[in-house]
């Protein structure tokens, strides 16, 4: 489910506050973004850095995700976190789901996700199920890859 700016540019259906809400972030939000994020003293700037998506459960933000999109029409996904208590609800996956929809529809062909080669592993295997594999290794960072068929262009 989505709010009524995200539905009129992707169609999905709007959500109502007994719903897990996907919407994009506010300035108000970035107080509770600083809590849930674990990059410890961010500046407030780094929240305007990229694209915020946040997703919301009975006015309270449980999940975001930061992504941009490059002009070679890469979707590259930065930070996705879940609050520890809606973990294994799907929120990750509707917010991936969102950031893609909206990437397809900007003509993104490819979406990158990078993720630590030495940790992260849950993010790995989610990845893995949907569809994205393992580019690149460089270092301790792992380049994920997923390209969008035609179908979904």
Same mark, same amino acid.
């Given at each position: 489910?989505?709010?009524?700016?995200?539905?009129?540019?992707?169609?999905?259906?709007? /959500?109502?506050?007994?719903?897990?809400?996907?919407?994009?972030?506010?300035?108000?939000? =970035?107080?509770?973004?600083?809590?849930?994020?674990?990059?410890?003293?961010?500046?407030?700037?780094?929240?305007?850095?990229?694209?915020?998506?946040?997703?919301?459960? +009975?006015?309270?933000?449980?999940?975001?995700?930061?992504?941009?999109?490059?002009?070679?029409?890469?979707?590259?996904?930065?930070? =996705?976190?879940?609050?520890?208590?809606?973990? #294994?609800?799907?929120? /990750? #996956?509707?917010?991936?789901?969102?950031?893609?929809?909206?990437?397809?529809?900007?003509?993104?062909?490819?979406?990158?996700?990078?993720?630590?080669?030495? /940790?992260?592993?849950?993010?790995?295997?989610?990845?893995?199920?949907? /569809?994205?594999?393992?580019?690149?290794?460089? #270092?301790?960072?792992?380049?994920?890859?997923?390209?969008?068929? +035609?179908?979904?262009?």
């Amino acid at each position: 489910m989505v709010d009524q700016q995200l539905h009129e540019v992707i169609g999905f259906p709007i /959500g109502n506050e007994y719903d897990v809400t996907v919407r994009l972030m506010s300035p108000s939000d =970035i107080p509770e973004l600083q809590k849930m994020s674990l990059i410890r003293g961010q500046k407030t700037v780094f929240w305007y850095g990229a694209i915020t998506l946040v997703a919301e459960f +009975e006015h309270r933000i449980v999940g975001f995700t930061q992504y941009y999109i490059s002009v070679d029409m890469i979707l590259h996904s930065d930070t =996705i976190r879940i609050a520890p208590d809606m973990k #294994g609800k799907g929120i /990750g #996956g509707m917010l991936t789901e969102v950031k893609e929809a909206i990437a397809i529809k900007v003509g993104a062909r490819v979406h990158m996700h990078m993720v630590s080669h030495n /940790g992260e592993i849950a993010l790995k295997k989610i990845l893995t199920k949907m /569809g994205f594999h393992l580019c690149q290794r460089h #270092g301790p960072t792992e380049f994920w890859v997923k390209s969008f068929n +035609e179908g979904d262009l």
